[in-house]
């Protein structure tokens, strides 16, 4: 068999594909195939290497034609059913019951790509089947309500009620629009290639949705799904001939070859400008003053041409990105908008660089564009900076060499970078995989006018430029509710009696769909793994403790390429309670102010050079099996080669020694950035947000965190910047006050990441860095925040809701177990999933049990209800108490409970978990506990949680983030009823 394969001919006999290309991709140790299905045309692409972690995708071309959002609704929709796998929801049910490391879906402006990864080889066959079978034969040309209830519907319930609009993207796409940073950038794209398929939204537009029929929505599905308009691609350690001869027998033989029309279109450029302006909505109790965004954007090549792609990145960074950066600098010191934010998109045909100023005055457009204009000038005149090139570089080279992507597996962004080239271009699909010249050509340019003429030829002497402005309008979201209402209302008017009974049977007839469960047949059709396939054995720590010049190190030993990553932990616990808030803003303030040696572009540039990065954040360690015992730290995190250590000790050693904290311009432009941020995150992970909130009535170590990044942090710095005149020296006096808290000899623990070979560069270095340390005896305090359970309702713009109920079992008395990480399982994909997604149509929904503080929390996102899915968080207990599964689904819950847990990690995540252990005090015994409690969990154990979680709901605690109208309807479930922002 073909495994891991170096050369074409390892392949053997290829009958049924022509081979196209191969190519060595040294720098991702990998080898790679492009091949043609020559009976349909379908398009394979093999990445070939030793990772377990294997991933496939099938995508297609899928421009659309409208902004109703077809493509994405069919996105949501194939995976509701197909022909060998009937079960109405089989994405859900390989979520709660496979092995996978990734499982998802995404629509992008011009394409659509079903990616699945899995260390498992059958697991991985089992998942290649189900998504082949649902992107060719799905279940929407014989079930027109999956397209309702994945698309959008008309809801009547009776006579006498209101019609509305309701269905899953239809409130995503709300939820989406609501933010005016990303209503901002897809106006952007629209403007910018108005002539093709980035002239609509692919998302849809909610204002559109309703206006997709199912004839039509079929029809997109039929026109681009079709093997011929396909791509494939398969990565890792596999056996690729029975893999090519799989797909061939079961799947890409059924089919001729068909030409599908779905080419990109290329934008050709404008003779001159385009000026766009759009409004957003504001709530009634902000300000419409410095809440205008300006955006200059331009076209820049295409994506084909990865040197000018790369180059690019690497300006957006030197130019607006890095700290104190020129462009962002000028419009900052010029007073155009208190935030700056820029971006450079390369993952469609032809790349968008922006330049944005957001919070800016009404009046500012002009000088907006004449700031940036005469900026960019003036560096073409004086020439880029060399370090801050060198240092741009350096950045985006550690990062492409690290391939760190979280939790995502690289072989899964390796195919998504792929397509940004392949999918424009059948004949380079590797471009974008093989970087490693290019950064070395980037790097002998420094010296020369390259980047220059880059500036002037692409940012000054185009004419392809967008000149987008949105306008806040207050009162925007109640108008456009009104319009609909009174919209629906005249359409519910003009229908007849029978006309109003088909709605209303339609409504019940959808209902009655989703009511009715699928059958024992139909889930059976899905493969299912057996436990015996699960390891039985947990994950490890990697935690060996040592004493290093008097400081505690816990060094975790695993294989990191030559890269160490290194986290100071500074114990926070004595700190008072007053000051609490100030900490977030410091965390915030460090590496981006002035130090005695360094000015802060200089310092960015010295840490891109010779480190991956040094950040700083806040974080709270739980105490195992306690609700109030918590270690709160400031956290210190850099990676850096073995042989840059040395340097990476320097620059911490001025951060923490020799910070400037007295430049209160620099220091009003970092807290207005904070505040535009936050507002940002806030917003968009709302559900979150919304959980910190509520958890912060009864968990001291909730609330912590709620005073350094959450809602009340907000407020405080939304309080700061809007009276920094007068609290400026008060404010700069404590930071400088937390500094000689925080940063003691006797406050720090080390985290180090490495082997044996990257410890000893630890040993040599430490003791200097130590030394500066503060260790001058300080009076330290204990205090407790004074909690108060306030259940409030934050009134925003939006149209959506981010509904969070919260509680704590501990305290009722009942122990942790490891079958509520089964329950969250059965809850999120089941219970909750049917009732608040499928019924309720929120995009999402789910829960979590802590094993460590007993906090338990349900949320949602993006959701149209409130008081209704409050109620039916309530009546989770019930749900539990009468659950019933027999063996086949006790199984299937099993073993998608174990995939959530075994998430391969990479070194930097397996130091981090080991970590995070080793300060609880969550031990290799306990996880193994809890494993085999998983493993070995009844329905009967099931039902025993009922008392859990009622306990959890008993305790009340409830916030919402959501819509102005919505909130006010459901006061009566708020003790308080807020503004998110002013």
């Known amino acids: 068999m073909a495994r891991n394969i170096k050369s074409s001919k390892e392949l053997g006999s290829l009958e049924e594909y022509e081979l196209l290309y191969e190519e060595e991709l040294k720098d991702i140790n990998s080898f790679g195939v492009l091949l043609k299905h020559k009976k349909t045309g379908a398009r394979i692409a093999l990445v070939s290497n030793d990772d377990n972690n294997k991933v496939f995708s099938v995508g297609f071309r899928t421009p659309p034609f409208d902004s109703t959002g077809v493509a994405h609704i069919i996105e949501h929709s194939v995976l509701c059913g197909s022909r060998d796998f009937p079960a109405k929801d089989p994405f859900i049910e390989l979520a709660k019951g496979s092995l996978n490391t990734f499982l998802n879906a995404m629509t992008y402006p011009d394409k659509t790509i079903y990616p699945v990864a899995s260390c498992n080889e059958q697991d991985f066959q089992n998942l290649m089947h189900v998504y082949m079978d649902a992107v060719f034969y799905p279940n929407i040309y014989n079930k027109e309500e999956i397209f309702r209830q994945e698309g959008w519907h008309y809801e009547l319930e009776s006579m006498e009620s209101d019609l509305i609009y309701n269905g899953v993207v239809y409130n995503e796409m709300k939820g989406a629009f609501s933010s005016p940073e990303q209503f901002l950038f897809r106006t952007i794209q629209n403007a910018l290639f108005p002539d093709t398929a980035y002239g609509v939204e692919s998302g849809g537009d909610p204002d559109y949705i309703p206006d997709l029929t199912y004839e039509a929505f079929l029809d997109f599905h039929n026109r681009y799904y079709h093997p011929s308009n396909s791509y494939i691609y398969l990565y890792g350690d596999m056996d690729v ?21 779905s080419e990109i279109k290329f934008q050709e450029p404008f003779k001159t400008h385009r000026d766009i302006t759009a409004f957003y909505p504001l709530s009634e109790q902000e300000e419409l003053s410095n809440n205008t965004y300006y955006s200059y954007n331009l076209s820049i090549g295409t994506s084909l041409d990865s040197e000018l792609c790369m180059a690019f990145q690497v300006l957006e960074y030197v130019l607006l990105s890095s700290p104190g950066s020129p462009l962002k600098q000028a419009l900052l010191d010029a007073g155009i908008g208190k935030d700056i934010i820029s971006s450079y998109d390369s993952d469609t045909y032809q790349p968008i660089f922006s330049i944005v100023a957001k919070n800016a005055d009404i009046n500012q457009k002009e000088e907006f564009i004449k700031i940036v204009r005469e900026t960019l000038e003036k560096i073409v005149r004086e020439g880029v900076d060399e370090k801050s090139l060198r240092a741009a570089i350096n950045y985006y ?132 793994l057996n436990v015996e396939d699960i390891d039985t054995k947990s994950q490890p720590f990697y935690n060996s403790e040592k004493d290093i010049d008097g400081i505690t190190i816990v060094h975790h030993n695993v294989f990191t390429n030559g890269i160490a990553y290194m986290r100071l932990i500074f114990d926070l616990e004595d700190i008072p309670k007053e000051l609490t808030p100030y900490i977030g803003l410091l965390s915030s303030v460090l ?69 400037k904290l007295d430049d209160k311009k620099r220091l009003l432009e970092i807290i207005s950035e904070i505040k535009s941020r936050l507002l940002m995150h806030l917003t968009s992970a709302g559900h979150s947000a919304a959980v910190d909130r509520a958890m912060s009535y009864f968990s001291e170590s909730s609330r912590f965190s709620e005073e350094v990044k959450g809602i009340s942090f907000y ?69 407790h925040f004074d909690l108060i359970q306030a259940n409030e309702g934050f009134k925003t713009s939006g149209q959506v809701q981010y509904v969070a109920r919260t509680g704590n079992f501990m305290k009722a008395g009942f122990e942790y177990t490891g079958a509520l990480e089964v329950l969250k399982v059965i809850l999120s994909y089941e219970y909750l999933w049917t009732n608040i997604r499928v019924k309720g149509g929120a995009y999402g ?42 063996e086949r689904d006790m199984t299937k819950y099993i073993i998608g409970t174990i995939s959530g847990i075994d998430t391969p990690r990479t070194p930097r995540m397996k130091g981090d978990a080991s970590m995070g252990a080793y300060i609880t005090g969550l031990t290799e015994a306990d996880v193994q506990k809890q494993r085999d409690e998983i493993l070995h969990v009844t329905k009967e154990d099931i039902r025993k949680l009922s008392d859990i979680v009622k306990a959890i709901m008993d305790c009340g605690n409830l916030c919402v983030i959501g819509s102005e109208s919505k909130i006010e309807q459901n006061r009566d479930l708020f003790l308080e009823v807020k503004n998110l922002s002013k």
């Not at 893999?243 to 061939?248: A, I, R, Y």
């Not at 380079?428 to 020369?448: R, V």
């Not at 404590?734 to 410890?759: A, C, H, Q, V």
């Not at 109620?871 to 749900?879: L, S």
């Open 715 to 783: 407020k405080f710095i939304e309080r700061l910047e809007g009276n920094f005149a007068a609290e400026a020296d008060e404010t700069i006096s404590k930071l400088k006050l937390l500094m000689n808290y925080i940063f003691r000899r006797d406050n720090l623990i080390i985290s180090f990441t490495s082997n044996e070979e990257g410890l000893d560069t630890l040993k040599d270095k430490l003791l200097p860095f130590v030394e500066q340390l503060k260790d001058e005896p300080i009076e330290k305090v204990n205090e």
């Open 397 to 528: 080279e550690f990062k492409y060499r690290e391939a760190d992507f979280g939790q995502f597996p690289k072989g899964l962004m390796y195919g998504i970078q792929m397509l940004g080239s392949w999918l424009y271009d059948d004949s380079k699909p590797f471009i974008k995989l093989n970087s490693n010249a290019i950064f070395d050509n980037l790097k002998a340019k420094i010296q020369t006018d390259y980047y220059v003429r880059l500036i002037e030829n692409y940012l000054l002497n185009s004419s392809h430029i967008a000149l987008v402005t949105l306008v806040p309008k207050k009162g925007l979201t109640s108008e456009k509710e009104a319009n609909l209402k009174e919209k629906l209302k005249n359409y519910k008017n003009s229908l007849s009696v029978s006309e109003l009974e088909k709605l209303i049977e339609d409504t019940r007839s959808l209902k009655e769909y989703q009511d009715t469960p699928s059958t024992r047949e139909e889930l059976e059709s899905i493969p299912l």
């Open 845 to 886: 929904c789910m829960c979590g049990f802590s094993s460590i503080s007993g906090n338990g929390y349900f949320t949602s996102y993006r959701d149209p209800n409130l008081k209704e899915t409050n109620e039916i968080y309530e009546k989770t207990a019930d749900y539990i108490r009468s659950f019933t599964a027999d």
């Open 591 to 659: 590496g981006l102010v002035d130090t005695e040696h360094y000015k802060y572009l200089e310092l960015s540039n010295e840490i891109n050079i010779h480190t991956g990065g040094i950040s700083t954040d806040l974080s709270c360690y739980g105490k195992k099996n306690t609700q109030n015992e918590y270690l709160p730290a400031l956290i210190m995190d850099v990676k850096a080669l073995y042989e840059e250590m040395d340097d990476a000790f320097d620059l911490l050693k001025e951060i923490i020694s020799f910070t």
């Open 241 to 261: 001939n029975e893999k090519l001869s799989w797909l061939h027998e079961k799947y890409l033989s059924q089919f001729e070859y068909h030409f599908v029309d």
